[in-house]
């Protein structure tokens, strides 16, 4: 089939690869120049395991282009634009836009709502556009989203004209995931209540842990690992650490909690864990000052980890950005590091290399669960790990959040 992709970002460049490696001739538009420059010229502009290979090895059915008149003969084209949320509420023009856009240059193609998008939008957009409209809302993790894109666990198909719905299951096919068609709105809403309850687990879990902190002999870990054999609770998600980041659990847990109060249908449980999760900072804060005093002011704080987690360069909704930005409130002079990410944060050192970062700082917070930073060995300052992926053993000043005081 005939592709169009817009909007490469993670999930729209990762989209356009994999369809292309199922035999597909796709098109990616794109209309930021500097973002599509690095597409056309082999180098994606973004850090994804996979995706440069994935792009290299199918350049025969991939172009890119800033111009929508390409579309013009496509089969179906997917909207994978940004749906920030703004003041609590999900800004949805940059897909109004896409969508108008698409509509004008194509001839016959079915229009797939990749983006997330708050439950009525496919609904909204229908009465301004002609082409039919489908909701196939992404599972992928960023890291893995190559992989989850080829293997996803389902296809959530969501549509009111069931040609365009079996064209799109079509196009998936190939993934051999079940297939689950249903009307725009619960597409829609799938996507977030799967979001909301991930990130609730995640929250769940950090409970636990402060719970576990204050219970002599208790370890969150050992916990989440004996409720994870529960075939119904299940290991996943289970990790406790600094809170939940990224462009997706926060952003979608914050749209959907205004979304239905405004509905007047609140969801009391999503609230908490947003507010679960905006109070880690403090809490690891706290963690510091009880081991090396209140007074952070002059005293060197090395971050570890800048990335919202392992295996991306990607920051946005960042918990480990949010700490240091709570550290500098403290005036503590915050020295960080992380393998990837490697922009100028205003106000801290960033070191290149992780010893130099540990050296020249008076206690280390581990921020992000980079694997290099398993293996590390410190005896002679305070270390707080804050993703649990260190060894107590190799410590003399040490203290992990869901790991009792007193052992
Ligand atoms: C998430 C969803 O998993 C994915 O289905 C959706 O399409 C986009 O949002 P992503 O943001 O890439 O994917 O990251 P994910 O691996 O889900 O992690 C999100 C955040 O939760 C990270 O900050 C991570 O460190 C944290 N996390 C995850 C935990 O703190 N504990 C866990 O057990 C799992």
Redesign the pocket.
Known sequence: MKIGVVGLGYIGSVTAGVLAEAGNSVIGIEIDAKRLAGFKSGEPPIYEPGLKELIEKNHSRLEFSSDYSKLADADIVFLAVQTPTVNERIDLSYIFDAAEKANRQCKKAVLVIKSTVIPGTARELSKKISLPIVSNP??????TAVEDTRKPDRVVIGAKDSNAADLVGKIWSFTGAPLLKTTNENAELIKYA??SF?AT??SF?NEIANLCESIPGADVEIVAKGMGYDKRIAP??????????????PKDTSAIASFAKELQSPLSIVESAIKVNSDRIERIVDILKTEIGKELKGKRIAVLGLA??DDTDDIRGS?PIRLIERLLKESAAVNAYDPRVKIKIDGITRFENLEGCIKESDAVIVAT?WGEFSNLKIMDKFVLDAKRILNPANFNNFRAIGLSWER
């Open positions: 992404e599972f992928t993790r960023e890291g799967s979001n991930l687990k995640i879990i996943y998600f289970l990790k406790a650490g600094i809170g939940y980041g990224g462009s997706c659990f919202f987690k918990q669960e």
